[in-house]
């Protein structure tokens, strides 16, 4: 078992035929995902890594049969990439696209809502079921298959946290990179009730950022509702008050949004915070001991 | 992106947002001209920089004949404003507003933003005025009116209603309200800003509404189609090297510590600075060197690092993803060629292609660069260095 995606996943990739898209829909084919088509505007009817290309996604769910696609248009176009696939009835769409305008992600994910499409991202590293299906931009090899699902704002934390995870000798059902945008799809508060209803996935690991309140609602959240082991980071700890650290979502302003406040409200709700995100992997090896 | 009062006045007019007549002056003879152009009796001398608070910190004065207009420009271009917002070593005034005088009967709060958590603008309101806001909502959250606005169907005079019955104001305001609100809302949307605060909004004696402050802030992602707003930025209100680091896809904030960091991915760097935190040392930057890292930017990086005389050692801590570690490798190579990096430089890189990438490490022997196994390993030997051990 895993969560949203695995081995029957029939996925199209939008931006196929770009220097990106290309690169990595032949890394996900490499890992085995079921890249089953592609889109690029005015190349429809062309094949590329071996798979048809279409003029629109519309035409590429009606040939494919595919639910799933992964987005890799340029950020002038991303939003309305999105909401073409929403309207061609994609049901997963999972945007690696960085520098996306907030307005058109604002409007995209809106109409993603209505038309019951969920989104990922952007500016993420994507989501992988470990040694079934990668659709993303993560290094596919450090993802042994495993027991622990996890969670991130961060990509680069996403491949830190799974590699440490796996070099204790345990291994991952499904990675989420959420992305850290000011607006984002799937977050915690969705994905963690598929990681406890999962009956493989044993702990959970949520990797979180500084700025905006997700990590509190999630907290509450877990408190609540998640059964299961959490281990949790949250990166910013010495990030200057105000400053802007790259992410468009990490700005702290005032006292909402600090480390120090996610990791209290993580620890009241019974969460295993780490305060280095070295030490993630002996966490999950500790706590899994124990229960 | 942030601008200046004065350009966001500027695009206020354009979408009919009414706001006091003004102009922005460089020097002491421009400021007494355009108190002329002006005319009247009574000036408002305004220091122009990007942060909020300047009245309080002295950088806002009332002038009530040409003389003192004169007298206040020479008093406040040049000086340094130190403000709630700018931090202790204040902002250098470059350029001053004078605007005319408005007769004050009421000072309000409007702003609008991003609601995070509603995923739509939402537009805020306070009788308030003038205060600062971020000290209203801690306090009294209640006097804050929030009404968030569904892009689909845009601002609705219903949207004015809410805000202007919650703020409690006459019948005869209320149109002259909404249309005001409308209008800020427009400005908002059509030129995808991220932050839009008056403060104060003013309620004159005749009932009409005015933008006495104005401060605007944009979607960086969104620029590129909004070039006339691009042309706006005021590179001398940016940390220069910050700025350079931008110019080359870094990401650069500079930090008190003697670690150097150079990280890709932000949360990745962040953690990297948290963990740097855990094992005893203290960092000296933030450092992202982003998804298309090479060695002339690894070069730069170096250089940016380098500027900062705090930093004793240089922790490098690549998870390649979309970065190759090889590419990184050779870049850590080509990059000690083009720099003279006197430092020991501890390097940890994992990922795609990490193999290949410890081989051409190993291989090339320099006596600066040591390299790491994991995270904690690299944190602990950068730290260790900067010690001096």
Known sequence: MSILIDKNTKVIVQGFTGKEGSFHAEQCLAYGTKIVGGVTPGKGGTTHLGKPVFNTVREAVLATGATVSMVFVPPAFVGDAVLEAADAGIELSVIITEGSPVRDMQRAKAYAVKKGMKTIGPNCPGIITAEECKIGIMPGAIFKKGNIGLIS??????????????????????????????IIGLSYLQLLPLFEADPETE??????????????????????????????FIAGQ??????????????????????????????????????????IGKKIAEVLKKS | ?????????????????????????????????NAKKLGGSLWVVKAQIHAGGRGLGGGVKLARSLEEVKTLAGQILGMTLVTHQTGPAGKLVQKIYIEEGADIADELYLGVVLDRAREMPVIMASREGGMEIEKVAAESPEKIIKVAVDPFIGFQAFHGRELAYGLGLAQEEISSFIKFAAALYKVYMENDAEMIEINPLVKTKSGSFIALDGKMGFDDNSLFRHPEIEAMRDETEENPIEREASNYGLSYVKLDGNVGCMVNGAGLAMGTMDTINYVGGTPANFLDVGGGANAQTVAKGFEIILKDPNVKSIFVNIFGGIVRCDRIANGILEATKLVDVHVPVVVRLDGTNAKEAAEILKNANIKNIITASDLNDGANKAVACAKGN
């Open chain 2, 1 to 33: 992106m942030n601008i200046h009062e004065y350009q966001a006045k500027e695009i206020f007019k354009r979408y009919n947002v009414p706001t006091p007549n003004g102009y922005v002056a460089f020097s002491v003879e421009e400021a007494v001209e």
């Open chain 1, 153 to 182: 704002k961060s990509g680069t934390l996403t491949y830190e946290g799974a590699n440490q995870v796996c070099n204790e000798g345990f291994g991952i059902t499904t990675a989420v990179g959420i992305g850290g945008d000011p």
């Open chain 1, 203 to 232: 702990a959970i690991v949520m990797i979180g950022e500084i700025g905006g309140d997700l990590e509190i609602q999630a907290a509450k959240f877990i408190k609540e509702h998640i059964t299961k082991p959490v281990v949790a």
């Open chain 1, 238 to 279: 010495t990030a200057p008050k105000g400053k802007r650290m790259g992410h468009a979502g990490a700005i702290v302003s005032g006292s909402a949004g600090t480390a120090a406040e996610k990791m209290e409200a993580l620890s009241k709700a019974g969460v295993h915070v780490v305060k280095s995100p070295a030490e």
